[in-house]
């Protein structure tokens, strides 16, 4: 058997856990917001169009802030499309994603979607087509409380009052060459400054987030980050990252070990923001946007109505792609992510996770059909439900296991969060083995354990095997069982966690 000795102490913290870290992604792609989030018709549709069923799922992931509306889509985007009556509303080519867009969901929709759900809004810019002037008008129209051209317009439209959408991301991957609008940094870090400057002169109470590199592998990564954050320093809060993970020629290890990556990603990110802000002898940290991330295979699971290729679809409206149905290495694969977002907490203040359903989403639905769990819905859901106050520095000594890719690396991952109000500590532990079970000692310095409150694990099921997913048929075949053995005594919490596996366990604490 494995094992792994994790040590925590009250009075070892990170900070506070950031609420925004548990966001999610809605771009006009594929069925992600048609016949994902947005079906008039549907027997669970409202007067609105929005699929209650899909609402309630989002309600039980817990998604605090939705990024919207791209992504790539938004780099062709001209957000008047999405306003006023639908009828007079233009059908477009989006270029990026290959499909027919008809704008009947636009910026309006969203915002009483949202409402709906309970979330936040964080609303991205064209900046690949576009720029200053489009960039100062859309936060008129959204934010100003009336008495000018555009104000007045979005009262015409059916909110008199402002949306006051207070996050806003400076265009979308304006490092990649599949950008429409693609620039330099030097180029992109210009435009971000202006647009930013001008936004702020219309509502200087928003939050702004300047594009990072598109993954830790390109080849501009570093100096991109260090040339933008150069000239917009002073205007932006936030500088993005985006990643997305796959199991490769069938390398699990290295795949499992997913997460070694997502930390080197972030820790070069903040490194290179406090030496640009040390050179510029700023005042302020930038911090991290996370604002994309998740599995995603982007090659091997390509099928003739769902192609990754999107340019095969034809010119369709909302057709299937990227409709990644996620198995058990995949869920033990998004809990680690989750465990390295929250373990750099301190600085990732943002994340999200992409998409929210259907399109690589850990919320399915089918049209005029149900909606379901992915299995990844699961280690998202507990540890938006339960990560709340301090999160705790851990000491992590684990066996380890060779891969290909990271050499080296722990089979025991862990985060791990205490909330003084409610006297608790959550746990969030995945076991990259996949042969032995992991037999896991927890020293709990500044604690007094009075008992598991609770202790669940998500496995392989039984007759299952490591691509067992869920789907229309079976939508809970993989889901949390309780974790048989977990016991707390006094500073000691000990458990077992099965072969493959990610857990939740939360404990009542009291201070020693």
Known sequence: MSRARITLDR???????????????????????????????????????????????????????????????VSGYDWEDGIGPREERPRRLDGAWHTVETNAFGLHEFVDWSRQAGTEIMEAINLGTRGVDAARAIVEYANHP???????????????DPFNIKLWCLGNEMDGPWQIGHKTAEEYGRLAQEAAKAMRLVDPGIELVACGSSNSGMPTFGAWEQTVLSQAYDQVDYVSLHAYYQERDGDVGSFLASAVDTDYFIESVIATAD?????GKHKKHINLSFDEWNVWYQRGRDTEDQPHNVSKAGWREHPRVIEDKYNVTDAVVVGTLLNSLLRHGDRVKIANQAQLVNVIAPIFSEENGPAWRQTIFHPFSQMAGLAKGQILRLSVDSDKYANARFGDTD????????????GRVALFLANRGLEEAADVEVNLRGFDAQRVLRAEVLEIPDGGDRFTINNQENPGRVGLRPLEGAKANGSELRLSLPALSWAVVELDVAKS
């Not at 609420?19 to 771009?27: C, M, T």
């Not at 009336?146 to 008199?160: I, W």
């Not at 030496?275 to 050179?279: T, W």
């Not at 089979?411 to 409610?422: I, R």
Request: neutral net charge; aromatic residues 10%; charged residues 25%.
């Open 275 to 279: 030496a640009v802000r040390a050179k």
């Open 411 to 422: 089979l025991v991952d862990v985060s791990a969060t205490w909330n003084e109000d409610t």
């Open 146 to 160: 009336g008495g000018t051209r555009l104000s007045d317009l979005r009262a015409r439209n059916g909110h008199k």
């Open 11 to 73: 009075d070892f913290t990170i900070g506070e856990v950031p609420r925004r870290l548990f966001g999610s992604f809605v771009e006009h792609m594929g069925r992600c917001v048609y016949t994902g989030i947005y079906e008039p018709g549907h027997p669970e549709a409202d007067e609105n169009g929005f699929r209650q069923d899909v609402l309630k799922l989002v309600k039980e992931l817990g998604a605090t802030v939705i990024r919207y509306p791209g992504g790539n889509f």
